[in-house]
């Protein structure tokens, strides 16, 4: 999706980096010192963090050698005011929760935070929460998470059909149940929750199928299958072809996003849709090896005697 929950970090010569974080509230930490020091920057050692920075916000540099979770494990242990974490791990920032007051930034924004640390005379920042910001590119891609193809059953089907938004979409909760947590012992519910995953995917693809089904009454299945895959969109909108952020930095393959992004608009006019019956699917069954007995465990009709083993793909 091209809307995103994101944060900000603010320095205090002005310049303003947009970053990645689930902090829980809405607070702002303002006008705390802007730690960057050598010898505590990966991170990884809460009595270091202890000693030296825990009343600023601290910038854990340390990237590819200590993970991400092991510095916001440590930094909450240390009770450190606020945190900069450096990462370009993409499954964090689709699935990841941050418990301490921080924010997660890419290595090339952190260059020039890293910089104003080291020169400024008193270094100092602020980090804003809760912050929506639209028209973020590049957007969509394919998640790191996905179902990826192929079919197990059978490799000529494919999978998956078509991709649909499923990032940290706004989403009813169970309300007795936390939804977040700020450090080790806080917890907090809510009505409404930031999850991932294909459970979040499905129901924007069987919204689109119901409101499909409405307009085109008299379509079958594969034919509602078929408007969805025809006018799938595989391009972003910069315009260039959906990557794919379980491979990062590469383009995403039919096997990670099928025929490309659900568009609900221009499936009500596909101009072509493929439509299927239920003997095409009898024949294919007949075609990859299945015997009558185990037909009629499937399907009970008399077709299945009259199928004739056929080439699978001819479906």
Known sequence: MSTLVLGSLTLGDGKIIVGWTLFATNSIVENFPLIYNKIVSACNSVKLLTGVATRGIIICDALYSVSVLTQIACVIAASVYGAVFISEDLELIETGHLFTPSIVISPNDAKSVIKYAKSAQI?????????TFVGIKPSPAAAYYTSRGPSASYLGILKPN???????????????????????????????NLLSGTSMACPHASGVVALLKAAHPDWSVAAIRSALVTTANPLDNTPNPVRDNGNPFQYASPLAMGAGEIEPNRTLDPSLIYDATSQNYVNL?????????????LIYDAIVSKSSPLDPTAI
């Open 123 to 131: 270094p100092f920042a602020n980090i804003n929460f809760q912050q």
């Open 162 to 192: 078509v991709m649909a938004p499923g990032s940290n979409v706004l989403a009813a909760f169970v309300p007795n149940k936390h939804s977040a947590k700020i450090g080790t012992n806080v917890f907090l519910s809510s009505d409404y």
């Open 285 to 297: 069954l007949c075609a990859l090896g299945y015997t009558n007995n185990k037909m009629l465990t």
